[in-house]
């Protein structure tokens, strides 16, 4: 089974920058998609950015720009590199893995296509 250590969160001010990063342990396969949800209060868990194995990328339009993925295949861990932060994307942020599939197909997934999940990071962003 796989597990996930994710790290990076804390508080910071509009516009600052955060960089999230995520250890997926017990994952076995080579051939994944792997990336970020979040949820904030009230809200519904949302895909962020994921990245494939090959490199490829996700973005969620509300980060596009803004956020930038990237991940260390060898050592199973991927990052997520935060800039301009704004209010809205405060959030509890969850780290997720999908074997054999691409970060574009993972991005249109949502929460209930997965049934673990980690203890997540929390990310605030003051105004």
């Known amino acids: 089974e796989v597990q996930f250590v994710e790290s990076g969160g804390g508080l910071v001010q509009a516009g600052g920058s955060l960089r999230l990063s995520c250890t997926a342990s017990g994952l076995v396969f080579n051939n994944y998609a792997i990336g970020w949800f979040r949820q904030a209060p009230g809200k519904e868990r949302e895909g962020v950015s994921f990245?494939?194995?090959?490199?490829?990328?996700y973005y969620g339009d509300s980060v596009k720009g803004r956020f930038t993925i990237f991940s260390d295949n060898a050592k199973k861990i991927v990052y997520l590199q935060m800039n301009t932060l704004k209010p809205e994307d405060t959030a509890v942020y969850y780290c997720q893995v999908r074997p054999f599939s691409t970060a574009q197909a993972m991005g249109r997934l949502t929460s209930r296509h997965f049934g673990y999940w980690g203890q997540g990071t929390q990310v605030t962003v003051s105004s």
């Open positions: 990245i494939s194995s090959d490199g490829s990328t």
